[in-house]
């Protein structure tokens, strides 16, 4: 032992005489600033790797390629202002209808007269009666039926706000009804659903989404430790999850689709670590109309202890009752295991009016975390269930109403008229040469593109002719949300179509005004954040 000790003494001291010969070479402020570079260095590769790691080693390098050329003197302001033209071109129709906008009060109030100036500026709206792609999801005209229903409950209930729970109890209670009928037609009462399932009404998809996304992260905090979270979803999925990561410091992974234009399990699973709280599932996704496989991603998701959100804002009063009709609809609610939160917009299928939605949980301890109390307020005690504290009792007493004057067999009749008009429209499509239909459709939105034309000439040819259909990309494609609106134009809409194609196919090249530049510009820039700064200044330049 005493030898051992020996010679480790003195293999140290002639370690420290080498070590300090070797280092007596260097300056001291070298040896100093070494370990600080080092340290630099490291974490400058540990940046770049979680940049590839995010974007992927194709964009990172891109990212850098057009950092580089910016430097370049002269080339950001040419950048700059050949996006203010593209800017300028987008707006240039907004500009125009803007000269006349009122910019402060009238001097002398209008009174009644104001009726009959809203009833002239709404002239000017575009024609939407059967025209439009989703927007106006009730059928008819807005004079009579459905509409005259809607709005007289509305307007019954215009002054009230549910945040007066004890001064408004008949808007509380319709609040409540119209949960609970949207969580029966999504599974509460099968055993499967575990017989707890709660939630509110918010005043859209986008707020649904945006709880349900703050809802996880801090249930997922709570259960987990997870401090610096991570969500999951398809590309297909809405961009409201791009909206709730940003809002709520959430980093987002988005995968691609697979052949079926479905969430890709596969690539999802890749994608889980131990910082991701949600997994995202539409039923169906907005652009194809095409239900993810909500059965395996409920695997998924209980699997490794995460939550998993079904977007159902367009299907929620659809798929329950398009199943009854026999339409082969794969399980999507909370019959399914693993599915812990359900948005599903009442302003859609649901036919109520504009600004309502119901967001569900599948239990309350998942809800909680959606509220938001204050105790250390001088104002009082503070507790909020949705984002916004004063609510419009109007549009919750318009919702209730739709739903009570419909029932299940209104409902019923209503999708086995909009899934007709759904089949008879990709019917047509097919029997246009030219065309193909993105996917397998499994509602009613309809998404299709062409190999042979630019499918954007087809839109704004289509624009032309009144339609106002939506642009999408990856591919490149349009589609139409079939309503009750459009039942009675079917066959308007299908001829319309085969003449823009006749049209582009006569006439194929670039056209000027529309989206078909806009888009087919997006759809060649490499560089995603230019793209971006296009839309943001398109913006703040329109509202």
């Known amino acids: 032992m005493d030898s051992y000790s020996s010679w480790l003494n003195s293999f140290l001291v002639r370690f420290r005489l080498s070590a300090n010969l070797f280092l007596s070479q260097f300056e001291p402020l070298a040896l100093l600033l070494a370990p600080l570079l080092t340290l630099f260095i490291a974490r400058l590769l540990h940046s770049l790797l979680s940049v590839i790691h995010e974007k992927g080693l194709k964009a990172t390098v891109l990212a850098l390629f057009m950092s580089s050329i910016k430097l370049v003197p002269g080339v950001q302001s040419y950048i700059d202002a050949e996006k203010q033209k593209v800017v300028d071109k987008l707006q240039s129709g907004s500009k125009s209808k803007r000269e006349h906008w009122r910019t402060e009060l009238p001097t002398t109030g209008l009174g009644v007269g104001v009726i009959e100036e809203m009833k002239d ?104 430790g997870i401090t610096r979270p991570e969500m999951i979803i398809a590309e297909s999925a809405h961009s409201a999850y791009d909206k709730a990561a940003q809002y709520f410091n959430i980093k987002l992974r988005r995968v691609p689709v697979n052949k079926e234009f479905k969430a890709d399990v596969k690539s999802i699973r890749k994608q889980i670590n131990r910082k991701t709280i949600l997994i995202v599932g539409s039923a169906p996704g907005y652009p194809h109309g095409i239900i993810d496989p909500i059965e395996e991603l409920g695997k998924l998701a209980d699997s490794y202890g995460i939550c998993l959100h079904v977007d159902l804002c367009l299907g929620g009063f659809v798929l329950p009752f398009a199943r009854k009709l026999g339409y082969p609809i ?83 009749e209503n999708t086995r008229k909009i899934m007709e008009v759904s089949k008879m429209i990709q019917k047509g499509i097919k029997e246009i040469p030219e065309l193909f239909i993105i996917g397998n459709p499994d509602m009613t939105i309809v998404a299709f593109g062409s190999a042979v034309l630019d499918i954007f000439e087809v839109n704004d040819i289509m624009s032309g002719k009144g339609w106002h259909l939506n642009a999408l990309q990856r591919p490149n494609s349009i589609h139409i949300c079939v309503t009750l609106q459009h039942v009675p134009v079917v066959d308007a809409f299908l001829q319309d179509l085969r003449e823009a194609v006749q049209t582009v196919k006569e006439n194929p090249g670039p056209i000027s005004g529309g989206l078909a530049p806009i888009y087919g510009a997006a759809g060649k820039m490499p560089d995603r954040g230019m793209v971006q700064d296009l839309l943001v200044n398109y913006m703040d330049g329109t509202c």
């Open 330 to 412: 794969p399980p999507f609610d909370f019959t399914v295991r693993g599915v812990t939160s359900i948005s599903a917009d009442v302003h859609k299928y649901g036919l109520a009016p504009k600004g309502t939605s119901v967001v569900l949980y599948r239990n309350h301890d998942i809800r909680k975390h959606q509220f938001v109390a204050v105790t250390e307020w001088s104002g009082g005690l503070y507790v909020s269930p949705t984002i916004a504290g004063s609510r419009p009792g109007g549009v919750i007493a318009g919702a209730w109403a739709a739903m009570m004057s419909l029932g299940q067999q209104g409902y019923l």
């Open 121 to 224: 500026v709404k002239s000017n709206d575009a024609d939407w009666k059967g025209k439009c792609s989703g927007t106006v999801y009730i059928g008819g005209s807005e004079s009579e039926g459905h509409f005259s229903l809607i709005n007289e409950a509305s307007s019954m209930f215009a002054h009230t706000n549910p945040l007066h729970l004890d001064v408004f109890q008949s808007v509380a209670r319709f609040e409540a009804e119209v949960v609970a009928m949207t969580a029966d037609l999504l599974g509460s009462k099968e055993k499967a659903s575990g017989g707890q399932v709660c939630g509110n009404m918010t005043s859209g998809g986008t707020e649904s989404i945006l709880l349900a996304v703050k809802t996880s992260r801090d249930y997922m905090k709570a259960k987990k």
